[in-house]
């Protein structure tokens, strides 16, 4: 389920209209920003997306000079898998995803440090990146996802175990880019995002673990601490390594951690919600895609643990043995079970007490607005997508 | 073929009498240390023994507290990987390997800096370590290979995902732990080691790629490369980090990479000398092992090249499909006609100037044959083993 979080935010195809409009992130807009000036402001999405092009166009030089010094074998998968070459070796146009992560870098140094540090971060959003294509190279392998930014997966064309290899590979290019980063800030980000790095390999051991669990093993406490680890550690890494590049104290890098993960968090219930209740036509998977698979996602593992009848009636429904196809009317039996049990309510409320909770760390380490702007705009963005 | 050499380096076996004695390392030591004194030198292995318990005595601790600090999932995994517990959690006195890289990182350091260099070079030998178990942990996925260390390997107890993700939470630690080393040498050994993570990924793809080749489609320079970047980059890199924390130049950093790639690719050779003519009783496999698997080591593409009326007849018997058995008689006669065709003498002859080529790098950064004593030691242990 993390998983469908990763593919969203990578995925190619721009936010229509938001499907869900958490209470508590248009409040916590307000709190933090809007109610300070009346100009139209990042709710739109405009801002955002200007934010995510801007750091595309400025780690993208930085990721292909790290990737161009790969010996050719793991240059060609990694090429691929960034979408900037088809598997013979010809160049590509196709998008290397949405850039939410090195964006978050680089608005984060900017709010805490201005410009100068927004410049000087952008080898470690480029770190970043990495860091996260690492991740999904090795997560498509094990989750034997065939599909990634509407391509076959880089395993599915070139065998696991290169698609190993050049994870292991992008995870030392990361790695390597701090360590050559004269910075003072470069040795504190490099171990951060070493800590994070095994962090996410923990989220995905869960994600895994849970997944092969019968559905009545599962408790609320431990998906929303796998989601956390999977999903938003990595966001909340990001924000704090912006921070560190800012120069600022313990305090404000701890908060802008907190904002990072509390918004990754609102962002994976939002998605979990989209996977079961969104569009097919804007979604582009089919509808109940997250049923069909009885994924242990965050509102159906809320709505087994609610004790309510409906539960139950959910539980022998997820452990029945799913071998014969399920048809719309099945799904959309789950899921209306799903909503009954409460599901759909509990992570709609979550979510926007994330983000509640996201505005109020962003509100203490940043607490001019007009400099909070960026990580808002980008926060809203990842939590009002409707695809 | 790379992977024997990697099983040896870190088999617990005690080596015994030398099966193979490479006329040039014998040489080599002569030339560097044996001539300027009379004493018992390395060559007897003891010296070399001392280095490596007081290397596994020195890292230890450190790989113990950066395992500790792994979440549960990750720690277990890792712990049954190192050998120091058991599948179910409990304690294991099992040996982790036999020390070889760290022992290179604190005898460089100790070679040019002293007692002082080696003490402050702790840290980076023991991430030095972790890398190596990193990519026996992926190594294993790859080429399923069921044992290590004389236990099951950890993706045939914990399954693909696990073993996967625990590699990439070593590779993540071993960064992390230079990451926090304030001596002023751990970025440039942390840029050092992530290079040599690359190259160490394109090395497993060659040998991957290798194996798959028709016999004719190998090169002896392309095995050589596959070589070099599997085996000889990391014990390069092991000694030119030590070299780092000494403190010295950029040549003496180069001199001492080249000493341990040059001992490395000796390693190789005499390690698939072994796996063809070893002993059984000594190397505790199977006879011909690696002629049973058809594999391409370097003295098999050094017959299959010499164009000799032997290289055809092998050519054909390596193309033949082996779904049949080999009895002891075939597997002899394999053994047979790769001599008949030069590669035993081949192998050995280029592990001997291997062993030339490493002690001239030796003699030119550390020109003292005492303080070159330690590294001399370990290079000589690591190609005069007769299992």
New interface residues.
């Given amino acids: 389920m993390g998983e469908s979080l990763t593919e969203s935010l990578t995925d190619s195809t721009p936010p229509g209209a938001a499907l869900l409009r958490p209470v508590g992130a248009r409040a916590g807009r307000q709190g933090v920003a809007r109610q300070q000036d009346g100009r139209p402001g990042p709710a739109d999405g405009h801002e955002a997306e200007l934010l995510l092009a801007r750091a595309r166009a400025a780690v993208d030089p930085v990721l292909r000079e790290a990737l161009g010094?790969?010996?050719s074998?793991?240059r060609r998968i990694a090429l691929y898998h960034f979408g900037w070459q088809h598997a013979d070796g010809t160049p590509a146009a196709g998008g290397s995803g949405k850039a939410i992560r090195p964006a978050l870098v680089l608005a984060s140094a900017a709010a805490l440090g201005g410009p100068e540090a927004r410049e000087a971060s952008v080898r470690a959003a480029a770190a970043v990146e990495l860091v996260h294509n690492?991740t999904l190279l090795?997560d498509d392998?094990?989750d034997r996802d065939a599909t990634r930014r509407h391509r076959p997966t880089a395993w599915t064309v070139f065998g696991?175990?290169?698609a190993?290899?050049?994870?292991?590979?992008l995870?030392?290019?990361a790695?390597?880019l701090?360590?050559?980063d004269p910075h003072p800030a470069?040795?504190?980000a490099?171990?951060r995002l070493?800590?994070c790095?095994?962090?996410l390999?923990?989220g995905?051991?869960?994600d895994?673990?849970l997944e092969r669990c019968r559905p009545d093993e599962v408790t609320l406490d431990q998906v929303l601490a796998m989601a956390e680890?999977k999903t938003g550690a990595l966001l909340g890494t990001a924000c704090a390594i912006g921070a560190l590049y800012a120069g600022t104290g313990e305090a404000d890098v701890t908060a802008l951690d907190a904002f990072g993960r509390e918004a990754g968090l609102a962002f994976q219930l939002i998605d979990d919600v989209i996977g079961i209740w969104g569009d097919p036509d804007r979604t582009g998977k089919p509808a109940g895609a997250d049923l069909a698979a009885r994924k242990k996602s965050l509102p159906v593992v809320a709505a087994l643990a609610s004790g309510t009848p409906a539960a139950a009636e959910l539980a022998a429904l997820y452990e029945a043995p799913s071998d014969k196809e399920d048809d719309a009317e099945d799904l959309e039996y789950l899921a209306l079970t799903v909503e009954r049990a409460g599901g759909r309510d509990w992570a709609q409320n979550q979510a926007a007490d994330r983000m509640a909770r996201a505005m109020r760390q962003l509100a203490r380490a940043v607490p001019d607005p007009e400099a909070a702007g960026g990580l808002l705009a980008l926060a809203e963005y990842v939590t009002r997508r409707s695809s």
Same sequence: chains 1, 2.
């Fill in positions: 010094t790969l010996p074998s793991m690492f090795h392998v094990m696991d175990t290169d190993i290899l050049a994870g292991d590979a995870q030392a290019l790695l390597r701090l360590a050559e470069a040795p504190a490099a171990a070493a800590g790095v095994v962090e390999c923990a995905q051991h869960a895994t673990a680890a």
